[in-house]
């Protein structure tokens, strides 16, 4: 068992918050007792799958289950693309970001860019303290030196990836999104596979993607243009 000091939950969420990573060997009595310690207002309990066991003791203590969190790996082979796809990625450059680009972005996330992950639904927070936690996620993984890409399509930047390199051969692809006036447009597939075409250059052999269960459509897509499930963890959610 790993207990984490959520410390930047108190910038991004404005309150003090814990997050306890169940392993699979720990005993459930073990978990208990230190849960019952814990005296942060948010605390979040991330449980492999193979423990369902532990849910009915979280139920009791209080905790809430609010998402799946579905973990992809991308082994760098695409799926063929059709004449269509084929022009829009040729005709798709995938750049660094910018600084003029970056605050583009953050002023999408603060729009409401994301709607899916936990804070969001989480009736004890509001839309904008989602968005306040997307933009201090991503500003600690630009100062970590993370990278993040634009992708711009008949000089129109449409969308973003950022990605990190987590091993060697290995990397994150830990964000990603389309502004709201080209969703829908059939360009999401090329979030990957511009991502893939960098990575391939770089020597890279997998690429790693962690997604909600309430974020169907990014997960649909992922699956189509070849990510395969990897590994799930169960989120629960408590507030002091």
């Not at 009915?56 to 760098?76: C, P, Q, R």
């Not at 796809?85 to 750049?95: A, Y």
């Not at 997604?211 to 990897?230: E, H, K």
């Amino acid at each position: 068992m790993k207990i984490i000091d959520a410390f930047w939950e108190k910038r991004n969420l404005g309150v003090s918050a814990t997050e306890v990573v169940v392993e699979i060997n720990d005993e459930v009595c073990d978990i208990v007792e230190r849960l019952k310690t814990l005296t942060t207002e948010y605390n979040v309990v991330k449980l492999p799958v193979c423990r369902v066991d532990v849910s009915f003791a979280l139920s009791k203590l209080g905790f809430s289950f609010i998402e799946t969190m579905n973990h992809l790996t991308h082994d760098m082979r695409t799926i063929p693309l059709d004449s269509r796809k084929i022009e829009i990625f040729d005709s798709t450059d995938f750049l660094p970001m910018e600084n003029e680009d970056i605050q583009t972005m953050y002023s999408n996330i603060r729009k409401g860019l994301y709607k899916t992950d936990r804070i969001y639904f989480d009736s004890y927070f509001t839309p904008q303290q989602s968005a306040n936690r997307y933009i201090g996620w991503i500003s600690d993984e630009l100062e970590r030196g993370s990278e993040i890409y634009k992708l711009v399509y008949n000089g129109e930047c449409f969308g973003f990836v950022g990605f990190k390199k987590i091993r060697e051969y290995e990397y994150q692809n830990f964000i990603y999104g389309i502004y709201p006036p080209f969703q829908g447009k059939g360009l999401a597939f090329n979030m990957t596979y511009k991502l893939v075409d960098e990575l391939k250059v770089r020597g890279v052999k997998a690429i790693y993607i962690d997604i909600s269960s309430n974020n169907i459509p990014s997960l649909q897509a992922s699956i189509r243009y070849g990510y395969m499930f990897n590994s799930f963890t169960y989120i629960f959610v408590k507030h002091k």
